[in-house]
């Protein structure tokens, strides 16, 4: 399954860099975007993620954002999340990068996560910019959180369709992107920017790009290997190989 060039490439590398998307939460329960049951096909984008609807239709936004965040109460980190735990552990310069908002790479115990659009558990408020992990809030007014500071409105801590990216965030993925040795893109169509050009920069710079994705993305022509599968069965067996290697 996995080609002798990346387990010395692994065993000998300094810095390794991976992203993730929503695939690799899949074997966890939390919908995926656009795969056949995903989250936006009962949904319509522009409808829910983006800055408009949080201003015209404040309460069906809260609904969505509500609804995703009770789904994760009771979901948990899988195989996938633990084995890129132990790459972190087990390589000297290690960096994930997710699109995720779910929260589930530090629930794994993952450590250096960079969050490129945000994290869902996280609110904030448009007026005072108090900001809670609370994901109750008593003084709800039909249904959308107000700040307990100033009475404003609350939001989730996401980036949405059309916002800019935190620029530290981005700079520290882009720059780690363009140093290492190899890069893993990891269960993400490759469509959203521009977390999808990360892994042609590091492509461009000489890294060993492996995809691992349970179909084919835009992504699979340009990487070195493109293992096809899932992540919560690939990631785990890979750590095993290099484990032997230790
Ligand atoms: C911005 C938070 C400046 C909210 C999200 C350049 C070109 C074209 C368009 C643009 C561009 N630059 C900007 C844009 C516009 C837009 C964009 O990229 N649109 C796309 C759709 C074309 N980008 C933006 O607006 C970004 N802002 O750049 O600001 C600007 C603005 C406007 C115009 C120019 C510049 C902000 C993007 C951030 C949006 N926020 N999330 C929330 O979650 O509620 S994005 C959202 O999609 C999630 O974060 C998600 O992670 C992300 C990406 O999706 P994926 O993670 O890839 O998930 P998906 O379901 O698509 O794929 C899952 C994959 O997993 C599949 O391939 C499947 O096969 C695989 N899989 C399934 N199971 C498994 C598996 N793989 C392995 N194992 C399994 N078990
Ligand atoms: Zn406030």
């Not at 810095?15 to 319509?44: H, Q």
């Not at 201003?55 to 509500?66: A, D, Q």
């Not at 893109?185 to 995809?211: D, F, Q, R, W």
Request: net charge negative; charged share 25%.
């Amino acid at each position: 399954m996995f080609s002798k060039k990346l387990i010395q490439r692994l065993n000998h590398s300094s810095s390794v860099v991976v992203l993730t998307g929503a695939g690799i939460s899949a074997e966890s329960g939390v919908p995926t975007f656009r795969g056949k049951d995903g989250l936006w096909e009962n949904y319509n984008v522009q409808e829910l993620a983006t800055p408009e609807a949080f201003n015209e239709n404040r309460e069906t936004f809260w609904k969505f954002y509500n609804w995703r965040r009770k789904l994760l109460n009771d979901i948990k980190p899988n195989l996938g999340h633990y084995a890129l735990v132990d790459l972190e552990n087990f390589l000297s310069d290690f960096t994930l990068i997710t699109q995720n908002v779910d929260n589930l790479h530090q629930k794994a115990g993952s450590k250096n996560v960079i969050e490129l659009h945000g994290n869902i558990t996280h609110t904030y408020c448009i007026d005072c910019n108090f900001r809670t992990n609370r994901d109750e809030f008593e003084d709800e007014v039909d249904g959308i959180p107000r700040c307990p500071e100033c009475n404003g409105y609350m939001r989730p801590d996401v980036v949405l369709f059309g916002e800019t990216l935190d620029p530290e965030c981005l700079t520290k993925a882009q720059e780690a992107s363009a140093t290492c040795e190899v890069f893993f893109s990891i269960g993400t169509s490759s469509l959203v920017e521009p977390a999808a050009s990360l892994p042609y920069v590091a492509k461009g710079n000489g890294a060993y790009l492996v995809e691992i994705n349970t179909e084919q993305t835009p992504l699979s022509v340009t990487a070195d290997e493109a293992l096809l599968g899932k992540s919560g069965k690939i990631l785990p067996l890979l750590v095993m190989i290099l484990d032997r290697f230790r």
